[in-house]
């Protein structure tokens, strides 16, 4: 939400930004069959400064998805294993002492990357899960009283598996709140699947994955999302479904101004994935579940913890508001 600034330069138009575009989705495409919405959204979050969570059950390529986007990319890439005994200082590193100068030196930890994969994020305690909080929030780290800021771009791709309760830390609402999008991945259709077991028959399609942009596209692309445009009734459009959320009876926790900034801020991208350098209804309407059901709480504990219930909650406000001319 309070990431550092892009430098204050007129954006090229969106034809001449399309091309990038496209080689970052063709890429990414190249390892993940069958999956160019899911694809997209993760776009999305990139070019919007926003960070992805991604839950599904094992082996349905959430790991892979990270891992192609950030291969994509010619900028550095760390992978966490969340694990229970991960501690904080394992993510944002910690002063070593040298035995040569007598002073304390910082060694960074894996945090001070372009793109981070945090692996089965809920297999560590919530205290290791806040260590995040900061750099996600305002792209920054602060260790021993000092704060460090983090290079841009900057990105954190989580995976968690839902369904598995044993040995698993459930998510606080102010870390969930951090991640712009949530996404599942979802089974493949038979004839992706067949091109699956193909594509890996001589080994891992990913590791092979050459980066088609570099960090300083992705900044070109990041300061175009800022200045895509949005009409006062799309605002409006917007404010209404933030604000439905607040007073619906099957809702005990709506959508905080930080996630209406955050639909607003991810329309944007979705206008400039999509080649427009404006936003319409349509952009709100498409992201509002990825980018607002995981950012309520429903008023009976089954609605607050069943997986999906939150979504189809705000699906049917959705449908429910009126969508400009």
């Known amino acids: 939400m309070n990431s550092p600034p892009i430098a204050d330069v007129a954006a090229p138009a969106v034809d001449e930004l399309m091309p990038l575009l496209q080689k970052l989705l063709d890429n990414v495409g190249l390892v993940v069959l069958g999956k160019p919405e899911v694809i997209r959204l993760a776009v999305v979050a990139l070019l919007a400064e926003g960070h992805v969570l991604i839950e599904d059950v094992p082996g349905v390529g959430k790991t892979l998805l990270a891992r192609a986007l950030a291969a994509s990319i010619d900028c550095s890439f760390r992978r966490i294993q969340f694990t229970p005994d991960l501690l904080p200082s394992d993510i944002l590193g910690s002063s070593v002492y040298q035995a040569a100068t007598g002073e304390f030196v910082f060694k960074e930890g894996p945090i001070f990357s372009n793109v981070i994969l945090a692996d089965e994020i809920n297999r560590t305690t919530p205290r290791t899960q806040s260590a995040l909080l900061e750099a996600m929030s305002d792209q920054q780290v602060s260790v021993e009283g000092k704060s460090f800021v983090l290079d841009p771009p900057f990105i954190v791709l989580a995976t968690q598996n839902p369904y598995e309760f044993e040995g698993t830390y459930v998510l606080p609402e102010s870390q969930l709140d951090r991640f712009m999008i949530r996404l599942r991945m979802g089974y493949p259709l038979r004839a992706e699947e067949r091109k699956v077991l193909s594509s890996h028959r001589s080994g891992e399609p990913v590791e092979t994955l050459q980066p088609v942009l570099n960090s300083e596209d992705i900044l070109l692309l990041q300061r175009a999302v800022r200045s895509v445009r949005v009409d006062e009734s799309v605002v409006d459009y917007l404010l209404d479904i933030v604000h439905a959320t607040r007073k619906g009876d099957e809702l005990h926790v709506g959508v905080s101004t930080r996630g209406a900034l955050t639909l607003y801020r991810a329309a944007q991208s979705l206008a400039l994935v999509s080649g427009r350098d404006y936003v319409v209804p349509d952009d709100v ?15 009976s504990f089954l609605q607050a913890g069943e997986f999906g219930a939150a979504e189809a909650i705000i ?11």
């Open 285 to 299: 309407k498409s992201l509002a579940v990825p980018v607002l059901a995981h950012r309520v709480v429903g008023k």
């Open 315 to 325: 699906r049917d406000l959705v449908d429910r508001i009126r969508v400009p001319a």
